[in-house]
């Protein structure tokens, strides 16, 4: 792997174990509205400054990271999941029910992704678990769609004949010995696509469907501070840094893991 | 060709179907009753049921999706609940605002993003390839209304060259069009340079050195034209990026598109206006993508003697 992946690597630890361990680095509470210090800039008491409502930017910065980080974590291994198992079973039984996913799949690769992540989202109250659902019911699509075209070509290797005419069961052909040779492929298409869903989260944060106030999100610091960008421009300046740096390190890392591994995967 | 074009147009059709079917789906499965969201919910009994009736959620599932499409092949997508303007007739009153600031996005989008991806192609390697690939992870990376932000911040409150949001002549149209080309610019010239990079390492590039011909000529010439297919699917692919971005970039920059009109809509959950504005970037979006699929049919030869084959 390049220095950059490793760096990035590294980058992306750093930033979980500082929103994992947020109470710890930094003694402000969060959604602690304290009028007596609002819209103060950064300085040694307040690391990034106050928004406001006299929040500790920099508390909110890393709280927030652990919503934005885990749902798009979460999100990732929901799509991941499901078009997985799609993608094993429609690669490797073909027919009718290959055709009725592979056109669903196709139905929905074929709407502007965010725009489908809205529709799906608006249909459920907003909340975390709304975004994880909206980013997941598109993103799945992707993945089904790259582990059925693998499958199909693994289908008739020696190996599976092998296992059928020992008397391997279907089911136990595709979790058994189909899955595992999917692994590798599957996690850096995920490394690839991480990056994306950390922005489809901020942005779905940000257009007020996910997390509500007063908790903090990436997103929706910056929706929440933007009318204050010129008089107090930390506010919105912190948290985007944040969702630019961790994108633009997942994106990395997916690019490394794609040449390490060296899978072919079409932009 | 004819028969190409007829083909394609008529693969349209199932996708249509497809498309309305779940905007159906996700209309169906919105909260709230959409006959007391129209009348309110003192309504008299009668009213409600004359009304229903009309719509049509006392038929079948089957009946009232015919329903629905019949609807929206009548330009009917309802009204908003906050206004009572038709929905489509708002869409219609905004769309050329969208179309506007899609546009400037890739005139700026894809001369550069071509550019940098030449360069960094050609340059293999070097420095310069690898900041131009440093950028373009970047513009990848970055939340458009977070970027949109800073551009304005930079440009319009502090060195005051542009203004800061609004719908108006060119001048409101130049920081938008910047932010909104970003992601799609990086998309490009990422693209451009492993098309390129793989097109360089092919025989015929090789053959046509020992000939003798100038670095200029074959790229310009022999490289370019084969690094065309890609680049022009992911100019196609990247309308729907524009689309995606113009809901957070024209919220960011006031300006009044569809994207703003969406973003609207989540705020106040005016459900028929956030439908209406995604079947209708919808639409756009798979009529491009058949457009861009007929034209390349046109730019590359392979392919058309490939149907013929078939």
Redesign the interface.
């Known amino acids: 792997m390049k220095k950059a992946g490793k760096i990035s690597i590294a980058l992306l630890v750093v930033i979980s174990l500082f929103s994992l361990f947020a109470p710890l680095i930094s003694h402000y509470d969060p959604d602690k509205i304290d009028l007596d210090t609002i819209k103060e800039p950064p300085s040694s008491k307040h690391f990034l400054g106050t928004d406001n409502k006299g929040r500790d930017i920099f508390s909110r910065v890393l709280y927030g990271g652990r919503i934005s980080i885990s749902v798009a974590l979460i999100a990732a291994c929901l799509s991941m999941g499901i078009g997985l198992i799609v993608g094993l079973c429609s690669g490797y039984f073909g027919g009718k029910i290959d055709m009725a996913i592979m056109?669903l799949v196709?139905?929905?690769l074929?709407?502007?992704?965010?725009?489908?992540a809205?529709?799906?989202s608006?249909?459920l109250?907003p909340g975390i678990y709304t975004v994880m659902v909206a980013i997941a019911a598109v993103g799945w699509a992707s993945f089904a769609r790259l582990i059925r075209g693998y499958i199909l070509t693994l289908r008739e290797a020696p190996f599976v004949e092998a296992a059928r005419s020992l008397g391997c069961s279907n089911i136990r052909i595709v979790f058994v010995h189909l899955m595992p040779q999917c692994i590798s492929l599957t996690l850096v298409m995920m490394g690839l696509k991480l990056?994306g869903y950390i922005?489809t989260e901020?942005?779905l944060s940000?257009?007020?469907?996910g997390a509500q106030p007063p908790t903090a999100t990436w997103?929706s610091m910056?929706?929440a501070n933007?009318a204050y960008?010129?008089s107090a421009?930390w506010m919105?300046?912190f948290?985007?840094l944040m969702?630019?740096i961790t994108?633009?390190c997942?994106?990395?890392m997916g690019?490394n893991l794609r040449d390490r591994f060296s899978v072919k995967i079409k932009? | 060709m004819g028969a190409y074009l007829v083909k394609k147009l008529f693969l349209l059709i199932p996708l249509l179907f497809g498309i309305t079917l779940l905007t159906f789906i996700l209309t169906k499965a919105l909260p709230g009753d959409p006959v007391l969201s129209m009348v309110g919910e003192r309504a008299q009994p009668e009213v409600i049921e004359r009304i229903r009736n009309e719509i049509g959620t006392d038929k079948d599932v089957l009946r009232q999706y015919f329903g629905y499409i019949k609807l929206l092949l009548q330009g009917e997508f309802g009204r908003s609940y906050y206004t009572n303007r038709k929905v489509f007739e708002d869409l219609l009153l905004k769309f050329p605002n969208t179309l506007k600031l899609a546009s400037g996005a890739m005139i700026i989008a894809i001369p550069v993003g071509v550019l940098l991806g030449f360069i960094s192609a050609y340059r293999r390697e070097s420095i310069t390839d690898r900041i131009i690939t440093s950028i373009s992870v970047t513009g990848l990376s970055l939340p458009v209304f977070w970027s949109g932000l800073l551009i304005m911040l930079f440009f319009s409150l502090t060195l005051k060259i542009f203004p800061p949001s609004g719908t108006g002549d060119i001048t409101f149209l130049i920081l938008p069009s910047i932010t909104l080309s970003l992601p799609a610019l990086a998309t490009l010239a990422r693209v451009t340079r492993s098309t390129l990079i793989e097109i360089f390492d092919l025989p015929f590039v090789t053959a046509a050195r020992s000939k003798g011909i100038t670095e200029f000529k074959l790229t310009t010439i022999h490289v370019f034209k084969n690094a065309l297919i890609p680049i022009v699917t992911v100019i196609g692919l990247d309308f729907g990026s524009y689309l995606n971005g113009a809901v957070l970039t024209e919220t960011i920059f006031g300006w009044d598109g569809i994207g703003r009109f969406t973003m609207e809509g989540i705020i106040k959950r005016d459900y028929p206006v956030i439908m209406g504005c995604i079947i209708t970037c919808t639409l756009i979006f798979v009529l491009i993508n058949t457009v861009v699929d007929i034209v390349y049919h046109y730019l590359d030869p392979r392919i058309r003697l490939h149907e013929k084959s078939r």
């Open positions: 056109a196709d139905l929905i074929s709407f502007p992704s965010f725009l489908l809205i529709g799906v608006i249909i109250p990056g922005l901020a942005s940000f257009l007020g469907l997103g910056i929706s933007r960008i010129s421009p919105v300046f948290p985007g969702i630019a994108a633009v997942c994106n990395i690019d932009e």
